[in-house]
């Protein structure tokens, strides 16, 4: 089942050029470390005319951790969620470029949900290409590949172990598909 919406398949590999070629036009590349905070309070507003975000209470985002708007560049975001991202919480560093990823693979919201239950390729789903660009932003390919652990690469990206694990094993297996 999926998770979003319908949108033009994309590849994880179109998908990390999209995240590599994000970074480096920041001038960001060779960094582990992605300043997602700086990145939205000041980056992005400077070399995006458009680009706005919010942060909102808990009472008016409901269960919502932040919601990206791409026809609008907008991204509004839960108080709570903002506040541990600019504490470094792996978890919501990753909501927030989950959220960014809408916007740069812009995912127009063109096909409604359905009310009946529709399957389509994982690469077609809005959240798998937003997941998938979060994490090529976070854990780009060649630190993924040089950190040692799960833990090491959690601590060098500022990413959950987690999100750590789980990246290690798509590219391990990319990796492994290759030979």
């Not at 909501?95 to 960014?100: G, R």
Request: aromatic share 10%; with cysteine.
């Amino acid at each position: 089942m999926n998770r979003g919406y319908r949108v033009p398949a994309k590849s994880r590999q179109v998908v990390r050029e999209a995240a590599t070629h994000f970074r480096n036009a920041l001038g960001l590349a060779e960094k582990p470390w992605f300043p997602i905070i700086d990145v939205y309070e000041w980056l992005l507003p400077k070399v995006w005319e458009d680009f706005y975000f919010e942060v909102l209470p808990k009472a008016e985002m409901g269960n919502e951790h932040a919601i990206a708007y791409p026809g609008q560049a907008r991204i509004a975001i839960r108080e709570d969620i903002y506040a541990r991202a600019c504490d470094h919480e792996g978890r919501d560093r990753f909501t927030l470029c989950h959220e960014l990823g809408h916007i740069v693979l812009q995912h127009a919201r063109s096909f409604e949900k359905s009310p009946v239950p529709v399957s389509w390729k994982v690469y077609e789903d809005s959240e798998w290409q937003a997941d998938a660009f979060a994490a090529e932003l976070l854990m780009p390919l060649e630190h993924v590949i040089n950190c040692g652990t799960p833990g090491e690469l959690a601590e060098r990206c500022g990413v959950s172990v987690d999100a750590a694990i789980t990246q290690r094993r798509l590219v391990n297996a990319e990796r492994l598909s290759r030979k």
